[in-house]
Every structure is written in C-alpha cells, then in structure tokens.
C-alpha cells in the first residue's frame, strides 16, 4: 500500500530509473515490422504484433539491471484495440520478468467513473464468478484536477491492492507554468496540489517513509524539483523529461533524498531508439537500448548517494 | 472545424442533449448477458460483446431523436482490449446511425504523446501503405492542467478533420472547487481555464459562434454555468450532472444562449438504466431508454428557447 515495492527494486538494482515504453511503429527496427507484415499489408494488428516483440526484446535486455518499465497508454491507443492488447501483454511480460510497471495514462475522472479507471488499470474486474485484471499495472499516473472525488476510488485500490498513483504536480513541458505556476494566496498551484498528494497518501506511508501517492514533477525544472522534495517528505517523485527534454542529471540530484531514494527518473525515447543514435545494426537495438540504460544509470547515481 | 456538425445536429432533432453511454455489464439485462456467456463461463470478451450489443438496441431506438452520444472511456477499458473494442464499434455503429460521437477520455499529455492521443481518438495513423482510424470520434473531452503543449496537437487535428474538444473548466462533482474555485489574482481557476478555452478556440469559430474547443462545466453549478456562459461567449459547453447528481433542469438555462444554443447536456445512467427505474420488463430497456431520452429533451427544452 506504498512504493515500497517499489523502493526495493530500486535497491536491489541500484537503479533509480525506469524506462516508458512509448512505442511507434516507426521506432520498431525494418527486420523485426517485416516479420510481421499481413498478407493483406499492414494493419493495426500486424503494428501492434510488431510493436510488443519490439518491447519484448527490450524488456528481456534490461529486466535484470532496470527496476520499472512506464508504458504510455497514448502510444498503445493509437494503434486502437489491437494496441491496447499489446500494452496489456507488455505489462504482463515485464511483470513476469521482476519488473514494477507503471502505466502512464494520466487517468482522471469523478466517482464511479474514476473507480472504472482504477479497476481497469490497478483492479480486478468481477464477471459471473470470475474475477479478472484487466490490465493490472502496478501504479497509474493521474491528474488531479477534479480534486480528492477523483482520487479517493484509487486510494481504496491501492490500500487493497498494494499499488500506487503518481499524480501530475509540475509537469515537463514548456508551458507548464500556464496553469501550473499561477499563484493562490501566495502559493503556486503546483505545490498547492503537492500538498494535496501529501494529504491523500497520508495513511499509506511505507517503511522507507513514501507513501503511495507519488507526484510527477518534470526534470526540466530543478528548482521546482528540490523546492518539492523538501516540501513533499512522504511524496515519492516520477521524474520524465530526463535526457531529450534537456533535463540534465545534476539538476535531478534536488529530486532525492540523503539516502538517494524517493524518485524514479524516466528516459524513453532515448533508450527505445538508442540504435539509431548509436548507428549500430538494428538488429542490435535491444544491446543498444541496454547500453544507454547503463549509461544513463551511472549518469543520474554519480550525483546521488544511493547506498 | 468547429462545432458546426454537432450544433446542426442539435437544431435538426430539436434536442440539446447527449447520451452518456457508460456501460457496466450489470446494467445489460439479463437475457442479454446470457446470450453471449462463453462455454468457458464469463470473460471479458463475452462481457464486451454483451455490452455492445447493449450500446447497439439503445443507440437503434436514439439515433432518431439524439443528436450525439457520449461513451465514457473507463468503462470500455474495464473490459481490457476487448472492451476497447466495444468502444471502438460503438463509436462506428452510432456514426452509421447518424449521430455525433463524442468520446469522454479527459485525456490530457504533452506534446508528441498528446500528438498520439489525438490521433488515436480523432485523426488517423499511418501503417505503410495504410491511413487507419483506430477510433475516429468526432469528439473528445481532454484536460488542460499541462497547458497549451497539451493542446495544441489536438487543435491541428480539429481544424484538419473537423472535430472538436471539450476541456475541462468547472466539474461537476462535491470536491470539483477543491483547486478549480481557488483563486489567481481574484479569479477563480475554472474561469482562467475557460479564458484559455476561448483563446485556444479563437481561429476555429463557426457560423453557429461556437469554436471547435468546448469546455466541461458541470449541471451541479448553476450559477458558474450561467456565469461562464457570458465570460466564454465562443465556447460550448458539454454539461454533466443532470438528473442522476443532482442538477436540475432550470438551473440549466444559464449554459444556453438566446438561440438555445451553446450547450448540450449529457445523461448517462438514467437513460441505459431507465428499465430498472420503471420496472418494466428488462426486454423493453431500449424502449425505456427512450422514454426517457423524450422525458429529458422536453423537461431541458421548456426552460429554452430552442428555434
């Protein structure tokens, strides 16, 4: 009922990374989209069949040094249901291989509604008698703009469930701010909703002092980062924006703790298509996605004191 | 580019409302689910046949007298890939019949990944050869904490294919004030997120006066509907909350313009749970559920002056 599952396999890899899984078609190397191909050309499906072998080969190189991979749902989507049901095998597999998932949907709703997104994504749906997970990641990002009525239906699953939410505080983007820096009563909205995660993940907190309600705080703002670390004690950080959104990782050293805990910082393009930077074979894609997940962890550890 | 299709809609059948089509497998009558029980029991593909097929009679005894339907992602995706599907069919078979889709996701993300989205729900993708649709509404509600990075690509697709948004400014459930009615220099934050509607909107204005980006404001907030109404004279709204939550239909009025236009408001369950309201044999539920389409369209429509 807190990150703390988490935390351990940050631990344990000594990694506090986690790699999103946002997939095109036109990412998945020409070898491995031809192996796919229909008789009758391409359709969703022979994308989507390419798409998770694509994943699949990925995850099987990062899974023993990586904690967490963080599939987007956007990219899943647009390939409609057939991408759908890629995105749930991607979650089973990496599960199956020892990997945390986190699905990054940014889901938001009020009441039952919000619960139907909770069940599908965290829960377990009852049909007749049987009882089925639909997607079953083990956290969900969510945007909290509806307020605790959107929230309180996630709680409840995430205390059964052992599973958690990061809910959007200061996102990446450059316009961020529009909204997200404006001032109330002195305050800026961003830390406003900070203070809300704190709230509503208050009875959830884990041995490691987070509770499950995380925050995603973009890499691209180091100030707003640190400023929220020593705001947000118990507020576990989902850090995107690392890499090609010109976070650098020493701005990320504000996002941790003393003991180098407390965020999990995100790379997906970067990783995904590091054999096309590399240059290398694209039938090395995979080693190559490896090779900057390595880079990348010794990059972001070398500021922090991950013991 | 606006929208002028869904007004035109509104003005043909002489009825500014919407329905929610949010299924859950308990609201299909019985005889209906029994028709598609699997030989293996219940799955999630049997439940998502058994819902279409649920969404298909209500939309065959609607389509006359509605102008739009309103599928609310999270319930498609409780059913996994399959439900997705469902959503998928849904969306196509009501277009067939004639009505206007628009789909509640309230997806919200930045850039490229508000790129996928957008083309997942609205625009079409590319697979070789092949220009796909994966779900082709006409519609979707989105929400704008991230700002304009996560709206822009959205209003590419608007203006290229003629489709519109509907984002998020005041909702309509108990904690909606919890961040929306706080105040940035004495305006409550639901007004600054409907200036920004306006002025994301600002190039797609139709003959009708309404833009292609729409904004939620819930049914339960009469008098922020009615103020709204005059700040955001370009912006149409989509209203949640009759009935079932609470808002009644005088308290309509305010969303409406002097035409009785620039509104239409969404009921969901009581519409597809009408036969249980009447007790009715559940065979009729379609035939309940446009009884009380009817009730709904002449109890709004007494209070406006719809030409």
């Known amino acids: 009922m807190s990150f703390d599952r988490l935390i351990e396999k940050i631990i344990e890899t000594k990694n506090p990374t986690v790699v999103g899984l946002d997939p095109r078609l036109e990412y998945v ?8 191909l229909d008789d009758d050309g391409w359709s969703l499906k022979a994308a989507s069949r390419a798409i998770f072998s694509f994943n699949k080969l990925i995850i099987d190189e ?21 991408g ?17 998932v986190i699905t990054d949907g940014k889901r938001n709703d009020i009441g039952a509604t919000m619960e139907a997104y909770a069940t599908a994504h965290l829960g377990s749906v009852k049909i007749g008698e049987n009882e089925i ?36 505080v200061k996102t990446s983007n450059k316009s961020s701010g529009e909204l997200q820096d404006k001032l109330i009563d002195g305050t800026p909205i961003y830390a406003v909703m900070g203070d809300m ?3 509503w993940g208050e009875d959830t907190i884990g041995k490691y002092g987070y509770s499950a309600v995380g925050a995603v705080v973009g ?19 989902l850090v995107p924006g690392y890499g090609a ?4 990782a020493e701005g990320l050293k504000g996002a941790f703790d003393d003991n180098g805990l407390g965020a999990i910082v995100n790379s997906s393009r970067a990783v995904m298509c590091a054999y096309q930077k590399e240059g290398c074979d ?10 900057e997940v390595i880079r990348m962890r010794d990059d972001i550890t070398s500021y922090i004191n991950l013991k």
Request: aromatic share 12%; glycine share 8%.
């Open 197 to 199: 995660c704190e709230k």
């Open 282 to 291: 694209e039938r090395d894609f995979a080693k190559a996605a490896r090779r």
């Open 245 to 248: 959104q010109g976070g650098g």
């Open 29 to 36: 190397p020409e070898y491995l989209q031809k192996r796919y």
């Open 84 to 100: 759908v049901k890629t995105l749930e095998r991607t979650i089973r597999y990496a599960q199956l291989k020892g990997m945390y």
């Open 133 to 168: 997970e639909p997607f079953g990641a083990d956290a969900l990002t969510v945007n909290g703009y509806l307020g605790t009525d959107g929230i309180d239906p996630l709680l409840k699953i995430c205390k059964e469930r052992d599973k958690g939410i990061y809910v959007l």
């Open 62 to 82: 990062i899974c023993d040094i990586v904690p967490a991979i963080k599939p987007q749902a956007a990219y899943y989507e647009m390939y409609g249901h057939h």
């Open 219 to 237: 890499a691209t703002y180091p100030q707003q980062l640190a400023e929220l670390r020593q705001r947000l004690p118990h507020t576990m950080f």
